[in-house]
């Protein structure tokens, strides 16, 4: 059978429908949330419309499982803050419209929080056991509640782990979340590898004091402190990094955050990313070394969060070659073979068995934005890939 693809654009919007923000296509779907559970619980109802058997685990993730071994594809379904409607939800319903037109036996995932509420694709983390569970229960998201308390709210739903050892591989279709294919007028990407990834919070404790009153050279200011961190490390990398590497400061929390006072704390993530494991350690290195310069230079005390990440890896050759006949078939001279420099669930996933990504166009480049959009031209070329890859894999 053929897949759908009206069924498979008219499923995708009315996923974009919970937890919709009002602006654009934008939702807010934040894991957890009652929008992203309400989500889940419809993905359910129709996995076993399409005669897979839905089962959720003790951390969220949501699988439609066909029965015996299958290939297992997928992605998320929770969004950033304020997230776009394409960001996992692509993967999730492509996954499940290939499911329910192949003959083949195909299994269906949306994992959980792999926007990072919490941590890191904490979901997916979990399943591949990359993250223990006690440990994923102690991360608390920026409101101060803990994964465990957040997970409590799926405990009805919530069954046993699934064995990774029932699934073949695993193929997750996103959008490229960058430029590229946009701006040289390609519809498909195959996906050579995933960059690695390093997360931590770093935290400056110096003095509150009254902003009128405080002497400059008397100050121990913890924003300051931020300010000067910033500027350094971006003049330490030079000798390091690629134009491929990237490094955020992605949000900042002052206390207590009032405009006539010197700030007393400041707490901020620091996020890098690049496709060799050495420098990324080499990064690591140079930012913890800086913060303690910095600290002792201004007075202050200094913490550092627990460190997350994931290595590098590339995608399984068998798998790829699979999608590479697939975009060639479908977008002849239009599609190239490409490196990720988002992270995604077949990071984690790559520790129990082979995976592949295939991406589409992000129009612009937008991602994590309400303006985050696709041709929907381009939306059906991906699906199409996906299942003429699924065909060529035979199973």
Same mark, same amino acid.
């Given at each position: ?193 995933? %960059? ?128 590479? %006949? ?70």
């Amino acid at each position: 059978m053929a897949v759908d693809h009206t069924r498979f654009l008219a499923d995708l919007h009315k996923l974009r429908s919970f937890g919709a923000s009002g602006v654009g296509k934008g939702v807010i779907r934040p894991a957890y949330s009652e929008a992203d559970i309400a989500a889940r619980k419809w993905l359910a109802e129709r996995m076993s419309d399409a005669g897979l058997t839905p089962h959720f685990d003790p951390v969220g993730n949501l699988f439609g499982l066909a029965e015996g071994q299958s290939l297992l594809m997928g992605s998320h379904s929770d969004s950033q803050p304020e997230g776009g409607w394409l960001d996992g939800a692509l993967g999730v319903i492509a996954a499940l419209e290939v499911a329910r037109s192949s003959d083949l036996p195909i299994s269906v995932v949306s994992f959980q929080d792999e926007e990072g509420r919490f941590g890191v694709t904490t979901g997916s983390a979990v399943w591949s056991k990359g993250l223990l569970l006690s440990k994923a229960d102690t991360l608390t998201d920026a409101s101060g509640t803990t994964f465990r308390d957040a997970r409590s709210s799926m405990t009805d739903l919530a069954a046993g782990f699934v064995d990774p050892a029932r699934f073949r591989g695993f193929i997750e279709m996103h959008i490229e979340q960058g430029p590229t294919l946009d701006s040289n007028d390609e519809k498909i990407g195959v996906v050579t590898d995933i %960059v690695g990834i390093r997360d931590m919070v770093i935290t400056f404790d110096g003095q509150q004091n009254h902003a009128g009153t405080t002497p400059m050279h008397l100050r121990r200011d913890a924003f300051q402190a931020v300010s000067v961190f910033n500027t350094r490390i971006n003049d330490l990398f030079r000798n390091v990094v690629t134009p491929q590497t990237v490094w955020t400061i992605g949000r900042v929390d002052l206390h207590p955050n009032a405009s006539s006072i010197v700030p007393g704390r400041a707490r901020f993530s620091m996020q890098w990313r690049d496709g060799d494991s050495d420098r990324l350690g080499r990064m690591e290195a140079i930012i913890r070394d800086t913060a303690q310069d910095v600290a002792a230079e201004l007075d202050l005390s200094l913490d550092f969060g627990p460190m997350l990440g994931l290595e590098p890896v590339a995608m399984d050759g068998a798998l790829r070659r699979a999608l590479q %006949v697939g975009a060639e078939q479908v977008a002849p001279g239009k599609w190239r073979d490409m490196p990720s420099g988002a992270l995604h669930d077949a990071t984690n996933v790559s520790q129990l068995m082979p995976v592949a990504m295939l991406f589409v166009p992000s129009i612009n480049g937008i991602s994590h934005d309400f303006a985050e959009d696709t041709a929907e031209d381009d939306l059906v070329a991906g699906l199409r890939v996906l299942d003429l890859a699924v065909r060529e894999l035979g199973l």
